[in-house]
């Protein structure tokens, strides 16, 4: 079981009490896609993916954006257990979805730039280290039922 | 993954932007990395004092970026370009090369920090593919 400091605990509760998820989500997904095109497999019925612009301006991948950060949101109320928290969608994730695990940590590092971008100067090193702790860990948990 | 005249653009454009910040930058993702990697302290156990912001910790970070300064000069050729700090990572300061990518990191969140309004999509990925870049030409020598 993964330990968490109050500061830990207390910041992730911070973090996401005043996420703007329909900003942030689709920031972070359609970064992902633009830095990482390759990561565009996954997402061949979502229309125009041809170049930046397509990817920021596309609906779907909004949409989506804010679905993933919104089932971040199971993490943050259960820190104590992610991994069981995780347990169904990561079969969904391997069985159904088909998505390689190495992708999780690419989009956890779009998500770490764009929170970077939104809260500036308060996203100090131990807040940067508690966020991407809390990441790890869905990350983790999220590769956990592939076989 | 080589670098496009795009992207050797793009690094350009934003660098012209964010130099000016170049020692802030450098302190911060150093200060960064020794915080959210603690595993990176290990190759600076010879300072008395690794915390962030502390002096040694500033005058690394400004040496850092005087390297990312000249790689963006020599941004047509690294690998020659970089040759000499190609030689001191891999002869003398053996660094492994996993942490590059965790300070290529560090330095893309703090630029995200300092400037998010420039640090578009477009100019993250070019960010990244120069950093890459450059750890590439600084690992050259290693084996």
Known sequence: MVEWSDFERATIQDIFSKMEYEVVGPAALSRCLVVYPWTQRYFGNFGNLYNAAAIIANPMVAKHGTTILHGLDRAVKNMDDIKATYAELSVLHSEKLHVDPDNFKLLSDCLTIVVAAKLGKAFTGDVQAAFQKFLAVVVSSLGMQYH | ?143
């Open chain 2, 1 to 143: 993954m080589s670098l496009t005249q795009k992207d050797k653009a793009a690094v350009k454009a934003l660098w012209a932007k964010i130099s000016k910040s170049a020692d802030a930058i450098g302190s911060d993702a150093l200060s960064r990395m020794l915080t959210v990697y603690p595993q990176t302290k290990t190759y600076f156990s010879h300072w008395p004092d690794m915390s962030p912001g502390s002096a040694p910790v500033k005058a690394h970070g400004k040496k850092v970026m005087g390297g990312i300064n000249l790689a963006v000069s020599k941004i047509d050729d690294l690998t020659n370009g970089l040759l000499e700090l190609s030689e001191q990572h891999a002869f003398q300061l053996r660094v492994d090369p996993t942490n590059f990518k965790i300070l290529s990191h560090c330095v893309l969140v703090v630029v995200s920090s300092m400037f998010p309004n420039d640090f578009t999509p477009e100019a993250h990925v070019a960010f990244d593919k120069f950093l890459t870049a450059v750890a590439l030409a600084l690992s050259e020598k290693y084996r």
